[in-house]
Structures are given as C-alpha cells and as structure tokens.
C-alpha cells in the first residue's frame, strides 16, 4: 500500500506538471497513461 502510495505521488506530482495535457499526451502519460501499464 505504501509504495503504491508513493507511486502514484511520484507519478502525480513530478511527471504530471512536466507534460502538457494536448493531443495524445493524456493518453500516454499520466497515472492512468500507456507508458505506465
């Protein structure tokens, strides 16, 4: 539970403000993104 936590946090709060929500971007990054399944 707590390194899912801290996943999440991780992902959420570093690699969410680095990309830009257009076009294609939301579907590849974020938590629920490509790159992360």
Partial sequence: ???HA???T???GFFDPLTA???WA???TSEFG???R
Wanted: glycine fraction near 6%; proline fraction near 6%; charged fraction near 5%.
């Fill in 1 to 3: 539970m707590l390194l």
């Fill in 6 to 8: 801290s996943h999440n």
């Fill in 10 to 12: 991780f992902i959420q």
């Fill in 21 to 23: 929500p257009t076009g």
């Fill in 26 to 28: 939301k579907y590849i």
């Fill in 34 to 36: 490509a790159v992360w």
